[in-house]
Antibody, heavy 114, light 108 residues
Framework: QVQLQESGPGLVKPSQTLSLTCTVSGDSISSGADYWTWIRQPPGKGLEWIGYIYYSGSTNYNPSLKSRLTISVDTSKNQFSLKLSSVTATDTAVYYC??????WGQGTLVTVSS | EIVLTQSPGTLSLSPGERATLSCRASQSVSSTSLAWFQQKPGQAPRLLIYGASSRATGIADRFSGSGSGTDFTLTISRLEPEDFAVYYCQQYGSSPWTFGQGTKVEIK
């Protein structure tokens, strides 16, 4: 079955760039079956959709993050990635990658702190 | 942006009781693009319902979704001990995709 796994630093300094990668197994990003999505959840709070990428490279971002956000895809590695620049403490959250709405990774906590 | 408002914020019920959770949208949502998730502490959200009323693979038939337009409902017919959790609705038909703030179903 499809599995997704987030990876990346758990601690990022303020003003730096948060970078995460999602590795997909059991499915091919190139299949075009769905949107490859990032979602985040600050500690103790609700869910926020960050954005998605299609296998072709087309993207759709949350306007609240758009100026700082880049989502990219590497079909050769079956991975997609998130870069969020100029982070502050408000970007501290568990970051999830997902295939559309139906398959989610386990999530990774990223803390923004000096 | 479509704002989803879930009610109530917290639902206190006993095992075996029926739970009815509401998700109201600020504008019409495509019925094919409304989902419900269950989240337990320390876990990723799990898809329960997609397309407003279709159960995801492996989801028990005590979970059902209904509604259209701006009003959607998740019903749990008889609460099992493992159903006490936080539930979120999400619309994914209009950009940006948005989530409700969640309803906590707790043991009374």
């Amino acid at each position: 079955q499809v599995q997704l796994q987030e990876s990346g630093p758990g601690l990022v300094k303020p003003s730096q760039t948060l970078s995460l990668t999602c590795t997909v197994s059991g499915d091919s990003i190139s299949s075009g079956a769905d949107y490859w999505t990032w979602i985040r959840q600050p500690p103790g709070k609700g869910l926020e959709w960050i954005g998605y990428i299609y296998y072709s490279g087309s993207t759709n971002y949350n306007p609240s993050l758009k100026s700082r956000l880049t989502i990219s895809v590497d079909t050769s590695k079956n991975q997609f990635s998130l870069k969020l620049s100029s982070v502050t403490a408000t970007d501290t959250a568990v970051y999830y990658c997902a295939r559309g709405v139906n398959v989610w990774g386990q999530g990774t906590l990223v803390t923004v702190s000096s | 942006e479509i704002v989803l408002t879930q009610s109530p914020g917290t639902l206190s019920l006993s095992p075996g009781e029926r739970a009815t959770l509401s998700c109201r949208a600020s504008q019409s949502v495509s019925s094919t693009s409304l989902a419900w998730f269950q989240q337990k502490p320390g876990q990723a959200p799990r898809l329960l319902i997609y397309g407003a009323s279709s159960r995801a693979t492996g989801i028990a038939d005590r979970f059902s979704g209904s509604g259209s337009g701006t009003d959607f409902t998740l019903t749990i017919s008889r609460l099992e001990p493992e159903d006490f959790a936080v539930y979120y609705c999400q619309q994914y038909g209009s950009s940006p995709w948005t989530f409700g703030q969640g309803t906590k179903v707790e043991i009374k």
